[in-house]
């Protein structure tokens, strides 16, 4: 007979998936040790498999001449691929801010996940990019903001951090906050305020209007 290894070598990576879930819902208890021995993800692993995700989201799109469609029937179709590809934006989020010590491949994921997200279609249905994209770039702020805050306690602390990784840092979230409406605004304050004194930029002060002339303190009454 086979051998399980023997048997395996035939297994495309889907399969082989399918099979390693299969085993750890029947035998529970077989799960820490199956986590355990499994590899654990890298970036460069995170981008091929969210990158894969992302061109079977574009494959599910129904044909038209008029190229994908934006419409509810068309989203019903791709929201299978569409939910697989959320749920592993969030478990890998997870991962690699949340569970990580280092700050270099928590931004590193940030920014992939944040590209992903902006290339989702956009539907015709606002609902539709509230229950994915809206939803997905409140997530993601919440571990950016996460990643801002340990960056920022561990400079405290002493940590060094090189001028040119924090600028990288900053330029990425900027140019991807530009993107998000809005989402990501009060993670790029925190970032100026927590790490941007590194870099030479500061918090941005509210503009106050000046005092129109002839209304000083004197002649308003106020002294």
Aim: include cysteine.
């Amino acid at each position: 007979p086979l051998t399980p290894s023997n048997a395996t070598e035939s297994l495309d990576k889907q399969q082989l998936a399918s099979l390693i879930a299969t085993l750890v819902d029947k035998h529970p208890h077989l799960r820490p040790e199956v986590v355990a021995q499994l590899p654990r993800p890298t970036i460069q692993s995170v981008t091929s498999a969210l990158n894969t995700l992302h061109r079977r989201l574009l494959a599910a799109f129904p044909y038209s001449r008029n190229g994908p469609g934006r419409d509810d029937y068309t989203f019903h179709r791709v929201r299978p691929v569409l939910d697989e590809l959320r749920t592993n934006l969030l478990q890998y989020g997870e991962h690699f801010v949340q569970a990580s010590e280092h700050s270099v491949t928590a931004f590193a994921y940030l920014a992939l996940a944040a590209t992903i997200i902006e290339q989702m279609p956009h539907w015709d249905n606002p609902e539709h990019d509230r229950a994915y994209r809206s939803d997905l770039y409140r997530r993601l702020a919440e571990r950016w903001q996460l990643a801002v805050d340990v960056a920022t306690k561990r400079a405290a602390e002493g940590k060094i951090y090189g001028e040119q990784t924090v600028s990288e840092w900053y330029r990425c979230l900027e140019r991807h906050s530009a993107q998000a409406n809005g989402a990501l605004d009060d993670v790029l304050a925190s970032f100026r305020k927590g790490l941007g004194w590194m870099i030479g930029v500061h918090p941005t002060v509210p503009t106050v209007n000046p005092i129109p002339s002839g209304h000083g303190l004197f002649s308003s009454g106020i002294y």
